[in-house]
């Protein structure tokens, strides 16, 4: 049951950062020409 979790954790989490970088391949510009970089990733992977 241990390992079973371990690599359902491992597999969820590789999904979750691999999904939101190919969602957020084209950068975030904001009004003012600046790019949101990766604050934007880790915000848009923890909420």
Known sequence: ???FWIIN???HSSLLYWLS????QHDVIWSNGRDGGYIILGNFVYT
């Open 1 to 3: 049951v241990f390992w």
């Open 21 to 24: 970088l190919l969602a957020l």
């Open 9 to 11: 954790a491992l597999v």
